[in-house]
């Protein structure tokens, strides 16, 4: 049996008990309390949003169709405007900004509002300040009542001419942009020594941007001064040492291009030259790379040195069968002739661009091997096109005194001249040929008409020559494209039929407009140049009809020379040609 408990354990329990009942009654107390103030707080909190609710369907209902108090564009209130009125309103008293300061790396400048056409659509600012607080439900209601003691403030919307205000920006930028250096090596061989170059950053605005910053700015009170965005990009001077040491280490093998039994070595001193220092398509690296101007020379010197060019048929026809030199009226048929033709062969020659493409990978790989792509070339005057020319289609003599300086020079042009094949649908240019005259081609100074005046120049007298060959293709019935005639006439040119010549600007012109190669046979004799044209012309007649000669007031005179051809299908071209002579200088 247990021990019966003491009488002083009955005496505490029976004092705990009172304590314990006032104490949960305190507690019953308390939570009461709680209850009734969370009571009246969600009443008041209620009231509140009833009453701000109520608040916000009366301005809401009061302000249908019209635009919320406080709102102001550009500080003009347009609160509790209809839209109508507070476009009328806008496009009376706000005014556009008259210009926009912009900066760009530091410089300032400024676009006039003008000059980019700016201007304030009143209609679409009306409508931004009509949807001004007034975004989703329960936004509105709060900003329908906030509106009553906040202000809102909307920004003018602007219109520019794109044009212009593209062609303000590029203005601007080309003043700010600089282009990035990347840094460069000097490099000598011999013993191989690089040095470098240090780089400089370069930077560039962005256009897009920058436009949309400017229209931004424009549409604000108060713009400020518009920082325009600008990218810059900054390269090492560490990476260009690094590049350098690639270069020296790389030099020190040769590098060899081969393919198909056909290779090349190219040396440090043939390759050092094409090292370049590059930029990788971040623009913020370098690497080893290759000069493109200086690839290109050593690419055209390979293709001078490896390989078999392709040789021309040689057409082989008499240098002057037949002196023609009527200056007034005169008819002109082609004739059959006997040519003889030495083939044509074709040739073996590298692809330059493939072999450009080729070193610049090897060098940027660090490679010292690369393909050397061949391919066959065809001749400009193959054997079967040389075989279509089988007339003489044109010929022209002119006379001169013997031995006079103004000889030599004609001499010379006409040797620039003999040979020269013309392929179908070619233009023939007597100055790309002959190139300028000067005294190291072995030219001397003779007299030049210029300004209607007779001069000494180095090349005078080639005039006679480009007359020459201007009949010559005349009467070929071929297509004269320009020609030019003297200034005032001299005796020893068909008046109305002749040509100038001035390097670069006066040139003589005419297109091969047959289906056959034009050979150019020209010659001289102590007195005359001859121009004999070979081809096929498909037996074209050609007239020189030759007016008479008309006197003009202050001047020598005028006269008309129509060229009349005839073509074997009965088609007839009349090409009417008018020259108006000055008088010549005195003595002439």
């Known amino acids: ?187 000598e061989v011999d013993p191989v020594r690089v040095r470098t170059v240090p780089p400089r950053s370069g930077r560039e605005v962005d256009r897009r941007a920058a436009a949309a910053a400017v229209l931004n700015g424009f549409g604000q009170r108060d713009p400020g001064v518009v920082r325009l965005p600008v990218r810059t990009w900054t390269v090492s001077k560490t990476q260009v040492e690094q590049v350098a040491s690639q270069a020296r280490s790389y030099l020190s093998n040769p590098l060899r291009l081969g393919e198909d039994g056909t290779s090349v070595a190219l040396t440090a001193r043939q390759i050092a030259p094409v090292l370049g220092v590059e930029p990788t398509k971040n623009r913020r690296d370098v690497r080893l790379g290759v000069d493109d101007k200086m690839l290109g020379r050593l690419v055209d010197t390979l293709a001078d040195d490896v390989g078999t060019k392709p040789q021309n048929a040689r057409i082989i026809a008499p240098a002057r069968p037949v002196v023609i030199d009527d200056k007034g009226q005169m008819s002109w048929q082609s004739r059959p002739v006997d040519v003889r033709v030495e083939p044509s062969r074709p040739g073996r020659i590298i692809d330059k661009p493939a072999v450009a493409k080729a070193i610049a990978r090897a060098v940027r790989a660090r490679r010292h091997d690369a393909d050397l792509r061949m391919k066959s070339a065809t001749p400009d005057v193959t054997t079967e096109a040389a075989r279509r020319v089988d007339s003489l289609i044109g010929t022209f003599t002119t006379q001169f005194v013997c031995c006079e300086p103004r000889v030599t020079n004609i001499r010379l042009i006409a040797e620039a001249a003999d040979g020269t094949v013309v392929m179908p649908g070619e233009r023939f240019s007597l100055n790309r040929i002959s190139g300028p005259r000067t005294r190291a081609k072995g030219y001397v100074p003779a007299p030049f008409i210029n300004e209607g005046k007779l001069e000494p120049s180095v090349g005078g007298g080639v005039s006679q020559f480009s007359t020459t060959i201007y009949n010559a293709a005349y009467f070929a019935g071929l297509h004269l494209d320009y020609h030019k005639p003297h200034s005032f006439y001299i005796s020893r040119y068909p008046p109305g039929r002749e040509a100038t010549l001035n390097y670069p600007t006066i040139d003589l012109t005419w297109t091969n407009d047959t289906k056959a190669p034009v050979l150019i046979r020209a010659t001289t004799t102590r007195t005359s140049v001859t121009v004999t044209l070979y081809g096929d012309n498909g037996g074209r007649k050609v007239k020189a009809d030759t007016g008479s000669r008309r006197p003009v007031a202050g001047g020598d005179f005028q006269m008309s020379v129509t060229r009349v051809i005839r073509y074997p299908d009965g088609r007839v071209e009349r090409e009417p040609y008018t020259t108006r002579y000055s008088k010549p200088p005195a003595g002439e």
């Open 1 to 187: 049996m247990g021990e019966a408990p003491s009488w002083r354990s009955r005496g505490a329990r029976i004092l705990r008990q009172p304590i314990l009942l006032a104490k949960e009654t305190i507690r019953r107390a308390r939570t009461v309390r709680r209850w009734r103030a969370r009571t009246w707080v969600v009443a008041g909190l209620g009231v509140l949003v009833v009453a701000w609710l109520g608040a916000g369907l009366t301005v809401r209902a009061a302000y249908v169709g019209k635009i919320l108090p406080g709102v102001t564009v550009a500080g003009v209130d347009v609160g509790g405007l209809a839209p109508a009125e507070a476009r009328s309103r806008v496009s009376a008293d706000v005014k556009p900004v008259e210009a926009v300061r912009v900066t760009a790396a530091g410089r300032q400048f400024s676009i006039d509002g003008h000059d980019v056409r700016y201007r304030v659509d009143s209609a679409a600012t009306a409508t931004r300040a009509a949807a001004a607080g007034r975004g989703g439900a329960v936004s509105w209601l709060w900003s329908g009542v906030s509106s009553l003691w906040t202000t809102r403030t909307v920004d003018p919307v602007g219109s520019v001419d794109r044009d212009r205000l593209t062609a303000a920006v590029r203005s601007i930028a080309k003043r700010v942009d600089r282009q990035a250096f990347y840094g460069d090596m000097t490099i």
